[in-house]
C-alpha cells in the first residue's frame, strides 16, 4: 500500500470487547498502561481516519463502520436513480427492471439503440433495414463497442427491455417461461417434461417457486415463533414459513400454534423444479477445443452473471443491482447516529454525529521541511518530504483543533520507542495542554496576529511549551529519532531472538502510537430530569481517551 | 471580464476568479465562471463548441434570446494544468449539435484531465489524468480516483468513489468526509498573492 504520509489513524473502542460489554466511555486508569501496536495484523481492523468514525452522545463514545449496525433507508438503481420500493424488492429481486444495464464483456453502462443499416454500399448488402418505428433495436456499450448483437439478441421497442430481455435466448429464440410450459402441459398432459438442457436458472426458480408455494398451501399450519428445532425439521411446511417471514422480515404477526409436525415432501421431477446436475461436458470440450481461449469468458465476467457460464456467447448484459441509503445505529445503546434523507437526490443528513465533531483533528507537519512548496501555478501538486535519515533527530509540529464548545484538556501518552521489530524514539515535548473553545467563526480573523505570541522568533522548540496556539487550536513539537531499518543493526534485546527477515511493505513507515485523553466541562444537558436540573451553573466533568497513530513519514533504507 | 494592471500570473476578476494568463479559453463569450474559480495553465476550454441546434421556442412566443452558453462553472472551483473541458456533442434530430457542458460549485478536476460530461454536481473531486466521457452525468459528493475513464453516458450516484477503465462505482464515501470538498483554502493558495499552500 503507498500510503502517503504524514497521516492519523483513530482506534476504535469496538477492538476492545471488554468496553463495548461493559458499555463504559471510559477506560480505568490500568488499561492505559496496556501498549497499542499499530502494526499488529489486528490493528487493521481498528483504525481509521478521522472521516469514517461517527460519534454515540449516549455512550460518549467512537463508533466506527465495522461496529454500528446499518438499516436501509432507500433502495435505488445507481443508474435511472428511481427508488424501488422495499416491496417491489421482495417480489421482483435486487436488480432494476428499468432497462439498466451494463456491460457483460468490460461492465461499462450498455445504451439502448437502433441498429443502423450499413451505409457505405460497398461493404455487404445491409443486413437491417430500418422499418418506419425505427428498430430494430440493440443494446450497445460505448466504451468497449459490445452489443447484444453478438449474442443474437435484438429488440423489436427501445423500452421495456427488462420485459423483451426475459424472453429472449441468446441467438434469438423465444426464453422458455412457466407459462409456456403450463401451456404446453394444458395442451399435451401425456407430454414429458422439459428435458434439463432447455432449464435456465429462471424457469427452475419458477418452477421450485410454484412448488413451495402449493405446498405451503395445501397446509395452513402456521408456528411461527416455534423454535426450528422442536422435532419439526426443516422440510415442514411450517418450518419454511417461519424461514421464509425471518428473511422477510415479516415474522411475530402469526400466533404461536402447535400443530402436528407434518412433514412436506421435497422436489421430484423438472416440474417442481429439480434439475440434476450435468456431469457429461463433453459438448463444452468440443467448444473449447474449436473455439479457443478467445471464445471463453474471463472469470470477472463469469462472476457478474447470473447462471454458472463459460463461454463468451453465453454472456447476458447485467440488470443494475440496486444501492441502499441506509442509517446507522450504535452498537451499544441502539440510537441513531447517521440517518440519511430518504429521498434518493437528497444529500442531507437528519441525524450524523460525526466524530469530528466531538474529537480534536490531529495534523501533523514536518518543523523544517526539506520539500520546497510547490509553484504556485503548480499547485496543488504536492512535494514529497525526503525519507527521515536514521539516528538523526526530527521535529514535528502536530496540531490538535478542537471542535467543541468548551475548552479541552489534552494529556498525550506515547511509548519512549515505537513497538515493532525497528524502534524508533519518540519524545513529547509537551504532552499536557489546553484548547480553547470552538467559539464564533468570526474570530478566526484575528487567528493570524494571534498566532505567534507564545513564542519568540528563532526559538527552537522548548520541553514544556506549547509551540503554537490559535483560536481553537494548539500545536507542540514531537521530537522523533528513526531507527536504522538494516537487519544487521538491530539492537539485542535480552535472550529475545532477532528476526532477520526482508523488509516488509509499510515495516519502513514510522507510526507513533499515541494515547489521547480528554477533558472538558459540558453543560449537563437540560434533559428529562425535569427542574431539578435547570441549575445553569450545572456543569459536568466529561472525558473521553483513545489511541491514533501518527504516520509521520518513510525511513530511509540506508 | 475587467482587467486589472497586467502583471503577476493571473487574471483576477471581480468576481474573485484567477485565471492563469496561460490558460487557453476559446469563445470567452460563451463560458461563464460563477466566481472564485482558479484555472492554472494550460488550461483549455472549448467555448467555442456552442449549441447549434437550438430548442424549439413555445410557438406563437417571442423567440427568446437563443442560450449561447457552452460551458458554464459553478463557485470554488479549481481547474488544475493542462485540464481540458469539451462541450459533448451528438446527433440531434438528424443534425450534430454541441450541448452545454455544467459544472457545478466546488469542484476539482486534476491536472490532464479530459471533461466532456452533459453535468458535474457540487463538491465533486477528479483526480488527474481521468476522462470523462460524453454526456457522463457526475451528481453531488462524487470522488473519481486518478486516471480513471468514465464511460460515454453513465451516471454516477451521490456519495460514490469512482475508479477503474472503465470507470466503475467501487466504493462508498464515509459520512464525515463530505466538507473535505470544501475547495476554500485551495483557492487562496493560488493567485497573484497566494498564500502558502497548506500543510
Ligand atoms: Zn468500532
Ligand atoms: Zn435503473
Ligand atoms: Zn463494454
Ligand atoms: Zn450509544
Redesign the interface.
Same mark, same amino acid.
Given at each position: 500500500m503507498s500510503l502517503s504520509t504524514p497521516y492519523t489513524y483513530i482506534q476504535c473502542p469496538c477492538s476492545d470487547q471488554t468496553v463495548l460489554s461493559s458499555g463504559n466511555a471510559l477506560s480505568d486508569p490500568e488499561e492505559d498502561e496496556r501498549t497499542f501496536d499499530p502494526k499488529a495484523p489486528r490493528s487493521n481492523y481498528s483504525l481509521y481516519?478521522?472521516?469514517?468514525?461517527?460519534y454515540c452522545e449516549d455512550c460518549q463514545q467512537i463508533r466506527c463502520?465495522r461496529c454500528v449496525t446499518e438499516e436501509s433507508v432507500t433502495y435505488?438503481c445507481?443508474?435511472?436513480?428511481f427508488e424501488v420500493p422495499s416491496s417491489n424488492l421482495r417480489s421482483e429481486g435486487n436488480r432494476c427492471t428499468r432497462s439498466c444495464y451494463q456491460c457483460p464483456v468490460?461492465?461499462?453502462?450498455l445504451?439502448v439503440g437502433a441498429i443502423q443499416p450499413t451505409t457505405d454500399a460497398n461493404l455487404l448488402p445491409t443486413q437491417y433495414q430500418t422499418n418506419p418505428t425505427g428498430g430494430p433495436y440493440a443494446l450497445f456499450?460505448?466504451?468497449?463497442n459490445w452489443t447484444s448483437t453478438e449474442i443474437g439478441i435484438e429488440f423489436d421497442r427501445p423500452s421495456g427491455i427488462y420485459n423483451q430481455l426475459s424472453k429472449i435466448n441468446n441467438g434469438g429464440k423465444p426464453k422458455l417461461t412457466l407459462r409456456d410450459v403450463k401451456d404446453r402441459r394444458k395442451d399435451n398432459p401425456d407430454e414429458p417434461p422439459v428435458p434439463d438442457d432447455q432449464v435456465d436458472a429462471d424457469l427452475q426458480f419458477a418452477h421450485l417457486k410454484a412448488f413451495y408455494q402449493s405446498r405451503l398451501s395445501e397446509t395452513n399450519t402456521s408456528i411461527r415463533g416455534l423454535p426450528l428445532h422442536d422435532g419439526l425439521g426443516f422440510s415442514s411446511p411450517a418450518a419454511l414459513t417461519r424461514i421464509m417471514s425471518l428473511y422477510t422480515g415479516r415474522g411475530h404477526q402469526g400466533r404461536l400454534q402447535q400443530g402436528p409436525a407434518d412433514i412436506m415432501r421435497e422436489a421430484l421431477g423438472t416440474n417442481d423444479g429439480l434439475k440434476i446436475a450435468n456431469l457429461d461436458e463433453s459438448k463444452e470440450i468440443k467448444k473449447l477445443i474449436n473455439g479457443g481461449w478467445d471464445a471463453t469468458a474471463s472469470l470477472e465476467q463469469r462472476k457478474e452473471q447470473t447462471e454458472p457460464i463459460r463461454f463468451e456467447d453465453q454472456l447476458r448484459p447485467i440488470a443494475y443491482l440496486l444501492?441502499s441509503k441506509r442509517s446507522?445505529r450504535c452498537p451499544a445503546c441502539r440510537h441513531i447516529i447517521?440517518k440519511p434523507e430518504a429521498k %434518493? $437526490?437528497s444529500?442531507r443528513?437528519k441525524i450524523?454525529l460525526?466524530?469530528?465533531s466531538y474529537i480534536p483533528t490531529i495534523?501533523i507537519?514536518p518543523l523544517n521541511?526539506t520539500a520546497t512548496?510547490?509553484p %504556485? $501555478?503548480?499547485?496543488?501538486?504536492?512535494q514529497e518530504e525526503a525519507p527521515l535519515k536514521p539516528h538523526q533527530p526530527y521535529h514535528f509540529?502536530v496540531t490538535f483543533k478542537n471542535p467543541l464548545f468548551d475548552n479541552i484538556k489534552v494529556t498525550l501518552a506515547s511509548p519512549n520507542a515505537t513497538p515493532g521489530r525497528f524502534s524508533s524514539r519518540v519524545t513529547v515535548l509537551c504532552p499536557q495542554f489546553e484548547v480553547d473553545a470552538n467559539t464564533d467563526m468570526w474570530d478566526d480573523a484575528l487567528k493570524d496576529d494571534e498566532k505567534d505570541r507564545s513564542r519568540k522568533a528563532d526559538e527552537g522548540p522548548e520541553v514544556g511549551k506549547i509551540w503554537e496556539k490559535g483560536r481553537n487550536w494548539v500545536s507542540i513539537v514531537l521530537e522523533v529519532i528513526p531507527a536504522s531499518l538494516r537487519i544487521d543493526q538491530q539492537p539485542k534485546k535480552g535472550n529475545e531472538k532477532i528476526d532477520t527477515s526482508p523488509l516488509k511493505s509499510g515495516e519502513d513507515i514510522l507510526e507513533i502510537p499515541m494515547f489521547v485523553r480528554m477533558e472538558w466541562e459540558a453543560d449537563t444537558q437540560a434533559d428529562m430530569d425535569g427542574p431539578a436540573s435547570k441549575d445553569k451553573e450545572a456543569r459536568e466533568k466529561r472525558e473521553l481517551a483513545y489511541w491514533c497513530v501518527l504516520g509521520v513519514g518513510r525511513i530511509s533504507q540506508e | 471580464m475587467s482587467r486589472r494592471p497586467a502583471k503577476g500570473?493571473y487574471i483576477e476578476t471581480d468576481t474573485g476568479n484567477k485565471v492563469?494568463r496561460?490558460a487557453v479559453l476559446v469563445g470567452t463569450q460563451n463560458i461563464m465562471l460563477g466566481g472564485k474559480t482558479v484555472i492554472?495553465?494550460e488550461v483549455m476550454i472549448r467555448g467555442d463548441l456552442v449549441r447549434t441546434a437550438q430548442a424549439q421556442p413555445p410557438s406563437g412566443g417571442s423567440a427568446a434570446p437563443p442560450n449561447t452558453t457552452a460551458v458554464a462553472i459553478g463557485r470554488y472551483c479549481?481547474l488544475?494544468?493542462t485540464v481540458l473541458l469539451r462541450p459533448p456533442g451528438r446527433i440531434y434530430k438528424g443534425v450534430f449539435t454541441y450541448m452545454p457542458l455544467r459544472i457545478g460549485d466546488h469542484v476539482f478536476i486534476g491536472?490532464g484531465t479530459v471533461v466532456q460530461a452533459a453535468s458535474i454536481g457540487n463538491h465533486v473531486y477528479i483526480g488527474k489524468g481521468c476522462v470523462i466521457?460524453e454526456f457522463a452525468i457526475i451528481?453531488?459528493?462524487v470522488k473519481v480516483l486518478d486516471g480513471t475513464?468514465v464511460?460515454?453516458?453513465?451516471?454516477?450516484?451521490?456519495?460514490?468513489i469512482v475508479a477503474g477503465k472503465?470507470g466503475?462505482?467501487v466504493g462508498e464515501l464515509?459520512?464525515?468526509?463530505?466538507d473535505?470538498f470544501e475547495l476554500r483554502d485551495?483557492y487562496k493558495?493560488?493567485?497573484n498573492n497566494?498564500q502558502?499552500?497548506a500543510?
Open positions: 481516519p478521522l472521516e469514517y468514525l461517527l463502520p435505488y445507481p443508474n435511472c436513480l468490460c461492465i461499462g453502462p445504451q456499450c460505448q466504451y468497449c444501492r446507522k447517521s %434518493v $437526490t444529500t443528513f450524523r460525526f466524530a469530528k495534523t507537519r521541511p512548496p510547490a %504556485v $501555478t503548480y499547485r496543488p501538486m504536492v509540529v | 500570473d492563469s496561460k492554472q495553465p479549481f488544475a494544468r491536472q466521457n451528481k453531488d459528493y475513464i464511460p460515454a453516458n453513465m451516471v454516477i450516484p451521490s456519495f460514490s472503465p466503475r462505482v464515509p459520512d464525515g468526509a463530505h473535505e485551495l493558495t493560488v493567485g497566494p502558502p499552500a500543510a
